[in-house]
């Protein structure tokens, strides 16, 4: 069964009034994310033994294989959008009491794990991705992965909430602020009930 684009939960227009508009959506979802699954689904065609993989097992068998990385490419960016659009939500950047409990455990405080998040998404350079994750000890901390490389195939942890930065996710309304990005997702955009249903 070949791999499918998700539908978003939420419509191309629900959160242009925080910051990401109808067209960065449009583009997003509807094109890159469509490629990737597109692209991803005819390397399963040509691999026989990736034929009844789940996405997880394409990762884990393609990460850190030279001769495969393109394969792993396509399937760790289709994991992390999925992610990603669980991610977002239309009355996003309200934190739950019990993930804000953890976040000033492992940070001091939500302006500091803001802080530390920002610093490893701006701080990714060219393309990828900024991570909250929960480590193999139950403590929170934040990474940044190049490409289509996430937490899940480092097995730096699990993925609470991770954001894309790439160019494409913000050059539409945001130029090349990519700071402004950042800041804008964590305190509007975030879904940190998404990031909560997360932890172990
Ligand atoms: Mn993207």
Redesign the pocket.
């Known amino acids: 069964m070949a791999f499918e684009l998700p539908a978003l939960t939420y419509s191309h227009s629900a959160l242009a009034e925080r910051g990401m508009s109808q067209e960065t959506l449009e583009l997003?979802h509807d094109k890159?994310h469509q490629a990737y699954v597109t692209a991803l689904n005819n390397f399963v065609e040509a691999n026989g033994d990736l034929q009844g993989k789940s996405l997880e097992e394409i990762i884990a068998a393609t990460y850190g294989d030279e001769a495969r990385a393109g394969i792993f490419n396509q399937a760790g960016q289709h994991w992390n959008?999925i992610h990603f659009w669980n991610a977002l939500a239309p009355n996003g950047g309200g934190i739950p009491g019990s993930l804000e409990a953890k976040l000033v455990e492992a940070f001091g405080s939500v302006d500091q794990f803001k802080d530390a998040f920002k610093a490893a998404a701006v701080g990714q350079f060219g393309s990828g991705w900024a991570w909250l994750i929960q480590k193999s000890d139950g403590s929170l901390g934040v990474t940044k992965t190049p490409n289509g490389v996430n937490p899940l195939a480092t097995g730096e942890g699990t993925a609470l909430l991770g954001l894309?930065v790439?160019e494409?996710?913000y050059y539409v309304d945001f130029r090349n602020r990519r700071p402004d990005y950042v800041t804008n997702f964590l305190d509007n955009l975030a879904n940190y009930e998404f990031a909560e249903s997360n932890l172990a």
Request: aromatic fraction near 14%; charge should be negative; hydrophobic fraction near 15%.
């Open positions: 997003h890159h959008h894309d790439w494409h996710s």
